[in-house]
């Protein structure tokens, strides 16, 4: 997985539906996942009609699985298989934070970052890829 873009903030949904949106249509994204859990499935309806023209598709998904037992089952398959661009902890340092001190045993106070990353690599594995191999944006929590 190739990561393009980190949008990584507390803003609510009506600031980051246009922030998705944007990098949907500047990347040329072909499929969009998002998590439909709490208000997911509205955040999904408003970013598809705010790229409403473009080639991609926006699906959404239900998550009901333990978030902290996927994030530490898949950990080694994040840390081998999802490539940053160059000098991101420059670029991203909130999200770059998260990603270095996220503790697999205690109290993290944000686990989205993780829980998306995640969520591509689970994507990957399961084959739920379009044919240019795109993911999109997986967009999950807060």
């Known amino acids: 997985c190739y990561v393009l873009d980190i949008i990584y903030t507390k803003l609510h949904m009506e ?3 246009p922030m998705v ?3 949907i249509k500047k990347y040329n994204i072909r499929l969009c996942h ?3 859990n709490n208000g997911g499935k509205g955040f ?3 970013v598809k009609k705010l790229i409403k023209g473009s080639s991609c598709s926006v699906r959404w998904f239900h998550q009901s699985d333990n978030k902290q037992v ?10 081998n298989n999802i490539l940053f661009p160059a000098n ?3 670029t991203y ?3 770059y934070n998260s990603y270095k001190t996220y503790k697999i045993e205690g109290k993290n106070d944000f686990d989205d970052f993780q829980d998306a990353l995640t969520g591509c690599i689970e994507k990957l594995t399961t084959g739920k890829l379009d044919m240019y191999g795109q993911i999109g944006p997986i967009t999950g929590g807060r």
């Not at 996927?70 to 994040?78: A, D, K, T």
């Open 21 to 23: 949106a944007a990098l």
């Open 44 to 46: 999904a309806r408003e």
């Open 34 to 36: 998002v998590e439909s």
């Open 93 to 95: 340092p909130q999200a």
């Open 70 to 79: 996927r994030i530490f089952s898949q950990r080694s398959n994040v840390m």
């Open 88 to 90: 991101w902890e420059l």
């Open 15 to 17: 600031a980051t539906e």
